[in-house]
């Protein structure tokens, strides 16, 4: 999945509209880096429409369906989250800056149309947004040079940026992310009343997969599933009701 986003950096409209968010995100209100964060996920959203083919069959209507309950459970996060389902051959799923959320349709059918198992992916998806890890990514992959070349790097520092500190820059820190995302996702799920446990199933089902060459790029950038079913099982002992 790392190398999608670095085409997608590459497709995004203009740096220094990225660089503005960079440079928001140190001075400006929280509405307006958001509102930043959105317009450089519409510019991504317009440059896919060349490189993805959606899904027009029912698997749509019921991501967007699963998504929209997941989304009225966020409270003041204030993104306005959307869903597609897009067709490839290997089970993917991702977000884009704003609140932009893509399952394919192998991961559709990964999870056996079971509500739960398709809620704790999109959930998935979703914590990344709200947790700032996406944007996280994107300035790693693509925006620091903008950032540095335009003399707001100092300013940043002492802003939310200096609050990540240079956590962006170290590749390792994505593994902690999705371990983090894993976690907010079985929690928003269980909140929108879909069963947590549901990802540990999921992640029994990805497990076999994890040895095949064609899903080397993808968890590379993920920790392993026992891992993650291990914390899955960790967390949910102390989690309520479970």
């Not at 950096?9 to 509209?17: H, N, Q, S, T």
């Not at 450089?40 to 083919?53: C, E």
């Not at 549901?198 to 899903?215: M, R, V």
């Not at 599933?225 to 949910?236: A, H, K």
């Amino acid at each position: 999945m790392s190398g999608l986003f670095y085409q997608l950096g590459r497709l995004a409209g203009p740096k220094i509209r990225k660089a503005r968010w960079a440079y928001l995100a140190a001075t400006a209100p929280r509405q307006e880096v958001i509102a930043a964060e959105v317009k450089v996920g519409s510019d991504m959203v317009r440059a896919l429409q060349d490189t993805i083919r959606f899904s027009q069959d029912e698997s749509s209507n019921t991501i967007m369906h699963i998504g929209d309950s997941l989304a009225k459970c966020v409270g003041k996060n204030s993104r306005p989250f959307s869903f597609q389902c897009y067709i490839h051959d290997q089970p993917q799923a991702f977000c884009l800056p704003g609140g932009i959320i893509f399952i394919s349709n192998a991961m559709f059918e990964l999870c056996e149309q079971n509500p739960h198992r398709i809620a704790f992916v999109l959930a998935h998806e979703m914590a990344h947004v709200i947790e700032g890890h996406v944007m996280e990514r994107m300035l790693k992959n693509a925006l620091i040079k903008a950032v540095s070349r335009g003399g707001h790097f100092q300013a940043a520092a002492t802003g939310t940026m200096g609050q990540i500190g240079i956590g962006f820059l170290e590749k390792a820190y994505s593994q902690e992310n999705e371990l983090r995302a894993d976690t907010l996702a079985a929690r928003l799920s269980a909140t929108a009343g879909y069963d947590p446990a549901a990802g540990i199933d999921l992640f029994l089902a990805l497990q076999p997969l994890e040895k095949e060459s064609f899903l080397g790029g993808y968890f590379s950038t993920h920790p392993a599933c026992r891992v993650r079913i291990m914390q899955l099982r960790q967390f949910l002992r102390a989690f309520p009701d479970k």
